[in-house]
């Protein structure tokens, strides 16, 4: 089943802070998070693995709640750059699934001057 | 460093014309391969994968189909495009756990 993403679109102003959660209703091995611009192809920005590891790097973090089967990816002091629609892809827990992702349906940001 | 290549970028073929989408990986070997589809504003959606030369499971039953001729060359064709083939394609392959797109292959089907 597909994972869902919320909120669906949040608009924000440079310096601004987002949270955008996912939630499946299956045990998770991996959350994955990409943003994809318009008219490209989606970047991976990072992965959390089963063992409720947060990451991070520069002012994009996430955590993985497993018990939950939710996770959060959390941008502080947007930029600009952050503008485009986040997806997690979420992959099965309990035998080996190969890596294969579902996609949430995509929270679009936007980010202003 | 790895690198993934599709081609080509975009396509614009009538229904029921043949289909053939390339990708290859270069700098590993024995990726996972995947294949995916974006149609317009919404999600991915998985089509098929490959964890090695000839080994293609499908996820979605449809008017696809896929092979890998090589290690690092994966091929998604199809004998009849309909219009509801339109999308982004999308293929993948997987670094460990990490997963990474290639460019994508815009396909119109008009």
């Known amino acids: 089943q597909q994972p869902v993403q919320s909120p669906q679109a949040v608009i924000l102003r440079e310096g601004e802070d987002a949270v955008i959660n996912c939630s499946s209703s299956?045990?998770?091995?991996?959350v994955h998070w990409y943003r994809q611009k318009h008219g490209e192809a989606p970047v991976f920005l990072m992965i959390?693995?089963?063992?409720?590891e947060q990451k991070g790097h520069e002012k994009i973090s996430a955590s993985f709640n497993e018990k939950k089967q939710q996770s959060s990816l959390y941008l502080t002091a947007s930029q600009l750059s952050y503008s485009g629609t986040y997806f997690c892809?979420?992959?099965?827990?309990?035998?080996?699934?190969?890596?294969?992702?579902?996609f949430g349906q995509g929270t679009i940001l936007t980010v202003h001057p | 460093s790895q690198t993934i290549h599709q081609w080509p970028a975009t396509l614009v073929q009538p229904v029921g014309s043949p289909l053939s989408l390339e990708c290859t990986v270069e700098?590993?070997?024995?990726?996972?391969l995947y294949w995916y589809r974006q149609a317009a504003g919404r999600g991915l959606q998985l089509l098929f994968y490959?964890?090695?030369?000839?080994?293609i499971s499908s996820e979605v039953p449809q008017n696809l189909s896929a092979s890998r001729p090589q290690d690092r060359q994966f091929i998604l064709s199809s004998k009849k495009l309909l219009l509801s083939d339109s999308g982004f394609y999308l293929c993948?392959?997987?670094?460990?756990?990490?997963?990474?797109f290639g460019p994508g292959t815009r396909l119109t089907v008009t």
């Open positions: 993948a392959w997987m670094n460990r756990d990490e997963q990474y």
């Open positions: 490959s964890v090695g030369i000839g080994q």
């Open positions: 299956k045990a998770l091995y991996s």
């Open positions: 892809g979420t992959e099965g827990a309990g035998g080996t699934s190969y890596g294969k992702l579902t």
């Open positions: 700098g590993t070997s024995n990726p996972n």
């Open positions: 959390l693995l089963k063992g409720g």
